[in-house]
């Protein structure tokens, strides 16, 4: 999960900043401790001071799909923030099949000549 919030945030997400990621906390857009999960879809780099400044004070963060954040303001004002990165993953990949039901043998095509 590290590795994802990363190569999709880049950065810390609050708005106008831009810490790299190696200076950000991974934070709980809903807290842990009030229920959120610890899944990519509630998790988004924030910078030291801005992760402190979003438990501390009356700014609020809502992460809405694709990791894009939500930031309103004390005053009311609201600040959409998109992920920067171009590296986009699926939301809900398909399951792959376990290693021991995968075919390694190509099915057969009856109108093409066996190789050998």
């Known amino acids: 999960m590290q590795r994802r919030i990363t190569a999709r945030d880049l950065h810390c997400r609050a708005p106008a900043c831009r810490a790299p990621a190696h ?3 991974i934070d709980h857009t809903i807290a842990a ?11 988004a780099l924030l910078c030291r001071a801005h992760h402190s400044l979003k ?3 009356d700014w609020q963060l809502t992460q809405l799909p694709g990791g894009t954040l939500k930031w309103v303001s004390p005053t009311g004002r609201i600040t959409i923030d998109r992920p920067p990165s171009r590296v986009r993953f699926s939301t809900d990949p398909a399951p792959s099949k376990p290693r021991s039901e995968r075919s390694t ?3 057969e095509d009856p109108d093409t000549p066996h190789p050998f």
């Open 23 to 25: 200076r950000c906390d």
């Open 33 to 43: 401790t009030d229920g959120g999960p610890t899944t990519t879809t509630n998790l």
């Open 105 to 107: 043998v190509p099915p």
């Open 55 to 57: 438990h501390h004070s």
